[in-house]
């Protein structure tokens, strides 16, 4: 079983900064197969990126994702307060699927 | 516009047992596999189950399998969720995700399941 650790557990920034998230495999993976979800507190999750760098619908271009293999990388570049959630990253295999344990994004 | 609404979760004794139910609008069920989610309160995502359209090929996590069982009726355009034999552990809010692609696109709110004695 593949398992995926994101880092750091708590990032704080402040609004108008840059944040980067990070997401490790276990073993190599397919781009096709990572996917990032945020959040927020009594939501349920948003799709925000598919087959590791493609926005879903709706979702701004300050959000991004990157990676290859077994590193991936959520990154949002200048903060809305909005963005200050939990963000999961979620691999598919096997018709079954695997989370992170999420890395928690707060005002700082 | 797709919405997804869960419904039946409630407080149920250990041992017992519950059916939670997915209505959906907006689209029409029998085109996408469907899945549940999980969430024990504080804690991070888990996957629950996993059925096709056509609701020929059902796929459980280890931690339910046995217990649970997923099905729909693509005539109600519902997809439900049948919980046996309920833990303490199995404490979590229910989401059912429709499926397209690798990733899962759209959300229902949850519906919260308290096993509690």
């Known amino acids: 079983e593949i398992v995926l650790t994101q880092s750091p557990g708590t990032l704080s920034l402040s609004p108008g900064e840059r944040a980067t998230l990070f997401c490790r495999a276990s073993q190599s993976v397919s781009s096709s197969y990572l996917a990032w979800y945020q959040q927020k507190a009594g939501q349920a999750p948003r799709l925000l990126i598919y087959g590791a760098s493609s926005r879903a619908t709706g979702i701004p271009d300050r959000f991004s994702g990157s990676g290859s293999g077994t590193d991936f990388t959520l990154t949002i570049t200048r903060l809305e307060p909005e963005d200050f959630a939990v963000y999961y990253c979620q691999l598919y295999g096997s018709s079954s699927y695997t989370f992170g344990q999420g890395t928690k994004l707060e005002i700082k | 516009e797709v919405q997804l609404l869960e419904s039946g979760g409630g407080l149920v004794q250990p041992g017992g047992s519950l059916r939670l139910s997915c209505a959906a609008s907006?689209?029409?069920?029998?085109?996408?596999?469907m899945n549940w989610v999980r969430q024990a309160p504080g804690k991070g995502l888990e996957w629950v189950s996993y059925i096709t359209g056509s609701g020929d090929s059902t796929v459980y996590a280890d931690s339910v399998k046995g217990r649970f069982t997923i099905s729909r009726d693509n005539s109600k355009n519902t997809l439900y969720l049948q919980m046996n034999s309920l833990r303490v552990e199995d404490t979590a809010v229910y989401y059912c995700a429709k499926r397209v692609g690798y990733r899962l696109d759209y959300w229902g709110q949850g519906t919260l399941v308290t096993v509690s004695s």
């Open positions: 907006g689209i029409t069920l029998t085109s996408y596999a």
